[in-house]
């Protein structure tokens, strides 16, 4: 292989082959079978899966998200949720101004607001009647939040689960803040009964599976984003960081840009998750921001495995599936399945499910590839043994 | 010290002979039918039919209508199929006739309990102290004077006056005084309007500042009439040292109030304190092991009610142990099963323990059900003291607050003064040198987990006392115990202690200005900027310790 | 060519797994049984609401099976889909979707809260679904797809004032409207306080108070409840959700206030939640429903007795909601067999107009026009054993108000399923101006 300035090539061949496949599938494959094969046929894929699927593509961002920040650079975030949370209100804005007046109550501001009594749009709404703005925001807005927030903490080096726990303090303030009906979101009925994006009316079969094929795109990039990320030298600088942040310190390196950046990136990643999701979902209010949803986020990529975004991906559509299955073919016991899964996970599988040795998939150490995204032995914490 | 809940009336036998004593010294009053009739009309099927008994029994001043009235407030008063009436006697059961007291050997079959709502108990109340203010125990007089209505009727009037004029003890002179007051004000003669402004200013509360104004409001409303314009001064400066006063009452009731807060945020993060602070597992089952808590003492109190009814009042105490070994045993089991094999991995321990959660909270509702379970304060937990005017201090916040500071004590002494404590700390500073001393650091590391959670079980007993007992409830209280541990310091308990007392009070204080959420949310901000500022909380630890 | 790395492939095994689970798991559930009529529960059994909607689930269990034993509907049996949807509101979208388009159930009994049924409400509009919704709610919605047999609030709250500002009720002056954060307090409040500016209370004699959900320290609310009501006799009308009414009414006890000084009435208390309380220090406040179980009529009993049965406890209770689910599963029933089909739009057709026994002890008629039921209003005060004593009661059911008159933007609005109007959120008929055109 041919180094250039540090940087890993992003995949080998026959991984490329595979991502193609993948990509091939999920973008192309499902959206015809769901639309051009017959509804009586075996191979028909199901309406109502195209919205789930697509559902489950988001989180998957978030699982990669959350794995750049925690699996490779060690920073545990419980606050996630906020910025895939912020995201979506910012889509789920646009999506309300762009119900004109087929509100309610037929007056050009949301219902929410007639029903406040309010006569004017509050200044923070304005902008939101164009979707390039809306989208630029459900991106920018985390992102600026998370440069804040990260900022103030990593300046101060907090760190470990000090972090961890401040985060979730900081979901848990943004939540009660968009609890409240006079913050302007709509409380906790939040922003729903969408009519339609860009024009399309949103509950259309085919606006769905744009909605799902963009989702399967946005996933792509930002997958192929992280992958750079983590292959180049600024990956292997994070892992550094991760390992031994002291010792980063020493070789001159400024860690604190390094974090902010990552962990920005990472808000904005979240960001663009929630703004897919919310359209495909049809609703988007404060439960999006409790504490337990952001320790769920992490629990997805603990479960598919750290620091391997192949993992956290698989981990978001496991958990999710599994939750989507056993509420209905367990109702009453689905949370032991969960739980069971969770402790089983940390107990035998340190490396989550994409650690797995599967019989007869005798793993092979291609040594670049380890060495670029973990290193062996303690993959997270410091080094207490 | 004046107690509310007129539970205190304990000494009904007391009363009951002072009642006899009147009958034999007072000739019966009014027409002797009139009397009868109107008590034999509070067994009556009719709430109106009761009402206007009561009215009428009042205005007859017999004081022998007392027990029944009495009885009637407190559900003890039955009635048969002939509508004759009894009452029961709280302690004994036994049945006494009324009028008359005899005890009735044979309970008749059909007992009926003549059922009351607030419109009856709303004349009842008013009655029974009119009734009472001529009775020769100060205490009766003393609760009679506090529950006068905050107007005095017409016929009420005039013996109160006389009341007040006849009454020795300092104390029931000043409240009776302040009830004339508040109907002289209305009184029109300006002598006595202006007696009554003085007395209100000195030590008048909120109603009276509100008849005040409102009698201000008059003054001002009829412009040009006879208003005094000395009167109308008056009534402004009383109601200015009332404001004062009820400010200055309002400041120290939100700093009581803050301390009772900052009391069960420290039950809820004491355990943590432990379990996250000392062993950095980061817990997230933390909130099922006050649910556990809880649980165990809903369990208490049932099997009290099925074995011992007679010690009811008693299962708070014995729940208190219970708890402590329930959740200390769950939390050794689960220390043993789960959460030895993850040290040295504190961010896993987070995945594992919230698996656990779920699991607890899914157990628990199938065994006890989805639904909140019923815990019921004991007595001697119910009500509270009137510290100030208007600031109530509970009971069972009064509980909370010792049974707090109790358990700090005696966990620090747990850890200071005993030689598991300090295996514990030698365990939390360096594992590696404890093993080499021999300390067997697996089990100091089990005990370690097993106290913080029957810590957290003792949290779960107090909570059941001024909250809902239900699967979810631990999930309220995960955020607000790992932010008192991190703000405190982690690993120190003093820091815990700080940490707690400054979020409680500061939100208490908050919240007048801000509103509950407002005052919450800038809570947390504070919080953020503060470990911004002391990324180790407020106690953090010193040297090489600090970096691990 | 040699494999280096077999992540990806993992990772497609993976979500491969995911996919034929999900494929299995689709067909497999939506197998379609002929012999019996599907009906779809979505209640949440875990999560925040499962305090409340677990019971829910258990009665329209045992109304399923009570009407099997009878036979089941057009000879069919029915057959239950119990979903979880955890509490979580999205969730409670996607499995309304799972149950019509995978589950092919027939009609749903589901959801509590405002924010599930408007999660909902657009699945069950697109798919063509019927759901019945048991719980009181803010009104200002009529859906083609949904029956109401909650109360709207002039079927609860309103009463609930005029009763405490007569004689009976304390002749309340001051006004404290309690609640939390959430639209049904909100709406239920602004109508109260367009009512009570109508009877001439002054603007300042009104305590508005909101507080988030799960608020449990409420010190401070009472200490103001207390200075705010002196002087004057005072109500207070308390929209506070589940959780936080344990805290709330141990205060309101702890500080001495007392029904017969201050009264509450509250809108979400009812038997169930009193039986996770204790009741010693709620004595004397008020409730208002449309049900109790301590109302006495032959239909109650026997349904009482049934519940009791069925869940091998003598200590549950029923409440209101559940009362609602009988009703509206009665009448869903009686529906069915009118239209001799389970098809949603012959039975939201035959559905208009029917009339069952409910245990309220009163006919109660489903409107036609706004898919809401008649009901009639029951004050009780709370009595020490967790049971209501009814101390108020409407003379006959009253007709919902989808729309409220007492909101400026919605007093206009007229919701009527019916021909010519044919519309749930209109200020004029649809097909007023074009007579004999057919709805579409």
Partial sequence: MTHTGGRLPLHSRPQWAVFFALVGVAALLIPVLNLAVDETSPFHVPDYLVPLLGKYLCYAMVALAIDLIWGFTGILSLGHGTFFALGGYAMGMYLMRSIGQEGVYSSHLPDFMVFLDWKELPWYWWGFDHFAFAAAMAILVPAALAYVFGWLAFRSRITGVYFSIITQAMTFAFMLLFFLNDTGFGGNNGLTDFKRILDFPINLQTTRVSLYIASVVALTGVYLLCRFIVRSKLGRLLAAIRDSEGKVLFTGYDTLQYKLFVWTLSAAICGLAGALYVPQVGIINPSEMQPANSIEMAIWVAVGGRATLGGAMVGAGLVNAMKSYFTVAAPELWLYVLGATFIAVTLWLPRGVVGLRLPGLRRSKGKEEEDATRSEGSPVEGPRP | MRTILSSSLGGLARRFF????????????????????????????????????????????????????????????????????????????????????????????????????????????????????????????????????????????????????????????????????????????????????????????????????????????????????????????????????????????????????????????????????????????????????????????????????????????????????????????????????????????????????????????????????????????????????????????????????????????????????????????????????????GRVDMWTFGLGSAIAGLGGVALSQIGNVGPEMGQAYIVDSFLVVVLGGVGKLAGTVTAALGIGVVNKLLEPLTGAVFGKILVLLFIVLFIQRRPQGIFALQGRAAES | MRMKNFKNLRLALGMLGIFSALLVAGPAASAKDDDTIKVGVLHSLSGTMAISETSLKDVVLMLIEEQNAKGGVLGKKLEAVVVDPASNWPLFAEKARELIAVHDVDVVFGCWTSVSRKSVLPVFEELNGLLFYPVQYEGEESSYNVFYTGAAPNQQAIPAVEYLMSEDGGGAKKWVLLGTDYVYPRTTNKILRYFLEEQGVKDSDIMEEYTPFGHSDYQTIVANIKKFAAGSPTAVVSTINGDSNVPFYKELAAQGIKAEDIPVVAFSVGEEELRGMDAEPLVGHLAAWNYFQSIENPTNAAFIKQWKKFTGDEDRVTNDPMEAHVIGFDMWVQAVEQAGTTNVDAVRQAMGGQTVESPSGYKITMDAKNHHLHKPVVIGEITEDGQFDIVWQTDGPIRAEAWSPHIPDSASKIADWTYPWVCGNCTEAKFQTLPGVSAQ
Wanted: charge should be negative.
């Fill in chain 2, 18 to 441: 002072v009642v006899l004593g009147i009958l034999f010294i007072l000739p019966a009053q009014g027409v002797a039918g009139e009397f009868e009739d109107a008590l034999a009309g509070l067994g009556s099927k009719s709430r109106k039919q009761i009402k206007s008994s009561i009215q009428q029994l009042a205005h007859l001043e017999d004081p022998r209508a007392l027990p029944a009235l009495t009885a009637l407030l407190e559900k003890r008063l039955r009635v048969d199929a002939e509508g004759r009436l009894y009452e029961v006697v709280e302690d004994s059961g036994e049945l006494l006739r009324i009028p008359g007291g005899e005890v009735v050997a044979s309970p008749p079959d059909s007992l009926r309990k003549p059922r009351i709502n607030n419109a009856v108990r709303r004349v009842l109340g008013p009655a029974i102290a009119h009734l009472q203010l001529d009775s020769p125990d100060a205490d009766v007089r003393r609760s009679a004077a506090e529950a006068l209505p905050d107007r005095l009727s017409e016929r009420m009037l005039p013996d109160v006056r006389a009341a007040a004029e006849r009454e020795k003890d300092p104390q029931i002179r000043e409240l009776l005084a302040l009830a004339l007051a508040r109907a002289d004000i209305q009184s029109g003669d300006s002598q006595r309007q202006l007696a009554a402004v003085e007395l209100l200013g000195e030590s008048g509360g909120r109603v009276a500042a509100s008849i005040l104004s409102t009698l201000l409001e008059q003054i001002d409303s009829e412009e040009g009439s006879e208003a005094d314009p000395a009167l109308r001064k008056a009534i402004e400066s009383a109601l200015a040292r009332i404001e004062m006063r009820t400010d200055l009452i309002d400041m120290a009731g939100n700093l009581i109030y803050g301390l009772s807060l900052a009391s069960v945020l420290l039950l809820v993060a004491l355990g943590l304190g432990i379990t996250f602070g000392l062993m950095k597992v980061i817990n997230m089952a933390h909130g099922e092991m006050l649910m556990l808590g809880a649980y165990t003492t809903y369990s208490v109190q049932i099997l009290f009610l099925q074995y011992m009814p007679g010690w009811i009042e008693a299962y708070m105490l014995a729940a208190v142990p219970c708890a402590f070994a329930v959740c200390g045993l769950v939390g050794m089991g689960l220390e043993r099963g789960i959460i030895r094999h993850l040290y040295g991995r504190p961010l896993e321990t987070l995945l594992a323990t919230w698996g656990i959660s779920l699991l607890l909270i899914q157990t628990v509702r199938l065994i006890f059900g989805a639904q909140n379970v019923e815990v019921a304060n004991p007595d001697w937990l119910s009500g509270g003291f009137e510290i100030l005017e208007g600031v109530v201090l509970p009971w069972s916040r009064v509980a909370i607050v010792l049974f707090a500071s109790a358990t700090v004590a005696a966990v620090w002494l747990l850890l200071q003064r005993t030689p598991l404590g300090l295996q514990v700390r030698a365990v939390t500073q360096n594992r590696e040198m404890a093993a080499c001393m021999g300390i067997a650091t």
